[in-house]
């Protein structure tokens, strides 16, 4: 509904826009009839969405195809992208904040923990700009942009996907390690660690057997809000790499006034954010006994 | 020989020194209460004494652990993590929170036996799980539940399972009872002197609850602001204190005093590292000379004796 209205009331007739600044008064009104935005708002709302509920995403303003294949076709580019990313992501937040946790008071715990606040502070598409100039300009190790399909070339698709992943997933890792750093401090003040060193457990294998699974409680949450923020993140970083993912998509629509479209990948968006959020909260509920009610 | 022997030991953050100069024995199968209020170094003894005193408070002096051949203060984290759950078990305060929330209790108790190979197989040490359950006595199917299934006191009852379950030389309890309801209080006492009596393992017994102690240990300890001021068996010194502090103690749990005010120690125990010089109690004693700012000397024997210039039932007291 916000994302319909907001979309109507933004200025710039989508039938102008497709015909051009020179076509008659007569073209717009009989390409309007077409698109059916000639309709009341209420009308053209509800046919939206009864398209959306039966799988069927409309019909571009601009070139007049289909939008769910071309939606679905992008998806999967940004799919991949965003999981990538968020491996990157994970692997390195994991160790790094465990490790920043366990020396927090050590010369190194303090190194990582500036390291990780500097990246923070980099947004993505600055990180994917530097990524392009040190490792494709100067050194030209790999692509500095562009997308093949795996099923293609295989090589060529991973080569071209280690920096926009790369760009996206540095960043997220940075954010998720300060995360990870809190949550293993928290358990490391438990007194079920100590139990498990008083068993005669050292202090990593105890962190890790009896640590992990606690510490995974609130960094899953994290995980779940920050695959949005990678959404919006695929968006500018697909704009540097020139991949042809849901975010070119989103932006081409955007400066085409092709409203429908821009509202299908919105609504995409929002869609794959609350199943995100579904999937985090059966997460939860597997971390975490506590959860579970009814069953023994 | 003892199964423990600590010898001048003390504990300090930075500059602060928390326990002074604790000597502490504890034979074969014997049962020592450790007594004090809060801060007065008991539960420091004990954390120093299995190595995990928490990272910025530092020990020194000497702990040793019959059939362990080097002293456990100053040792590596490798050696002491082979003793722990071994030949050195703890029981802690708090049952709510010493047991892994999202660890099945089965799994938590066959731990400790598969760290230390004490049985060879994963199903072995489960059926030593289930037989450890059976002696706290809880039914065998809480070995499939999860700690907030439990109550307190079988909690408790769990970490005494864990506790017991690799049959150590010496079990070390801190106020195991403190935190559980009156009603419970009892019957896990009892599981832990059978645990003990049926292993002949020594226990280490911290309370501040003297009748705990008259009821669990043979031989007890009085700390007060970081130090051993009197020891001896327990009939003694509940009976004849020596120790100007003891006495105020027992003096301040007489509930047969019926009808009268509540004894009470004057005073508060005052913030580590503010206790006075000498005779640490010298500020809230009715009996305290200018003799008590230097340290009183041990009187008696290694295991019974006390340190007081102005001792009770003294004949010029």
Not at chain 1, 36 to 54: A, C, E, F, I, N
Not at chain 2, 130 to 147: G, K, N
Not at chain 2, 162 to 168: F, G, M, Q, T, Y
Request: proline share 6%.
């Amino acid at each position: 509904m916000l994302v319909f209205g907001f979309l109507a009331v933004l200025p710039g007739d989508p039938a102008r826009v497709a015909l051009g600044v020179n076509a008659s008064d007569e073209a717009v009104a009989e390409l309007r009839r077409q698109f059916g935005l000639d309709r009341s708002l209420p009308v053209q709302y509800v046919d939206w969405l009864g398209g959306l509920l039966r799988g069927d995403l409309g019909t571009s303003y601009v070139s007049k195809a289909a939008i769910g294949p071309q939606v679905f076709d992008r998806l999967q580019v940004t799919l991949i992208l965003v999981v990538a990313a968020m491996a990157i992501a994970l692997v390195l937040a994991v160790p790094a904040g465990t490790v920043m946790a366990a020396r927090h008071r050590r010369l190194s715990g303090v190194a990582l923990s500036a390291l990780s606040q500097v990246g923070v502070a980099v947004p993505a598409f600055l990180a994917g700009i530097l990524l392009i100039m040190v490792f494709a300009v100067k050194l030209g190790w790999l692509p500095a942009n562009g997308w093949t399909p795996p099923a293609q070339d295989p090589a060529m698709f991973l080569r071209q996907l280690v920096l926009p992943a790369l760009s996206l997933g540095l960043v997220q890792g940075a954010v998720l390690t300060r995360y990870v750093r809190s949550a293993v401090l928290d358990v490391l003040r438990e007194d079920y660690l100590r139990t498990a060193r008083a068993k005669g457990l050292r202090p990593f294998p105890a962190l890790w057997r009896h640590g992990l699974r606690n510490a995974a409680v609130p960094v899953v949450t994290v995980l779940g809000l920050q695959l949005a923020t990678l959404l919006i993140g695929a968006v500018v970083v697909e704009r540097v790499f020139v991949i042809p993912g849901l975010g070119s998509l989103l932006l081409d629509g955007v400066s085409q006034r092709d409203l429908i479209l821009v509202q299908d990948v919105v609504m995409v968006l929002v869609v794959a954010v609350l199943l995100v959020n579904f999937l985090v909260d059966l997460l939860y509920v597997a971390l975490d006994p506590r959860l579970r009610t009814g069953t023994r | 020989m003892n199964v423990l022997e600590v010898a001048g030991l003390n504990v300090s953050v930075r500059d602060t020194t928390l326990v002074s100069d604790v000597d502490l024995t504890v034979g074969p199968g014997e049962r020592v209460g450790l007594i004090g209020e809060s801060g007065s170094g008991k539960s420091l003894t004990a954390l120093s004494i299995l190595g995990l005193l928490p990272e910025d408070v530092v020990p020194s002096g000497s702990v040793r652990l019959s059939g362990v051949d080097h002293d456990l203060i100053g040792a590596d984290e490798r050696a002491l993590s082979r003793i722990r759950g071994r030949d050195l078990a703890m029981v802690f305060q708090e049952p709510m929170t010493a047991l892994n929330p999202t660890m099945r209790i089965g799994d938590q108790i066959a731990e400790t036996m598969l760290i230390h190979h004490t049985h060879p197989t994963r199903s072995a040490a489960r059926a030593a799980a289930a037989d450890l359950l059976d002696r706290v006595q809880l039914p065998a199917d809480l070995l499939r539940a999860y700690p907030h299934q439990l109550s307190g006191g079988q909690r408790q009852r769990v970490v005494l399972a864990i506790a017991l379950s690799n049959d150590p030389a010496l079990l070390i309890c801190d106020e195991p009872t403190t935190a559980l309801d009156v009603t419970v209080q009892a019957l896990v006492l009892d599981l832990i002197v059978q645990g003990v009596v049926a292993r002949s393992s020594a226990l280490l017994f911290i309370t501040h609850d003297l009748a705990v102690v008259a009821t669990v240990c043979e031989r007890v300890l009085v700390m007060y602001g970081g130090r051993v001021v009197e020891s001896g068996p327990v009939h003694e010194v509940f009976t004849n204190p020596r120790h100007r502090y003891t006495q105020g103690l027992l003096a301040a749990s007489n509930l047969e005093a019926a009808g009268s005010r509540l004894t009470t120690i004057p005073g508060t125990v005052p913030a580590a590292g503010h206790f006075p010089s000498g005779c640490v109690f010298r500020n809230r004693c009715a009996h305290a000379t200018d003799l008590c700012a230097t340290t009183p000397a041990w009187s008696g024997t290694s295991t019974t004796g006390y340190a007081c210039h102005h001792p009770a039932g003294a004949p010029h007291a």
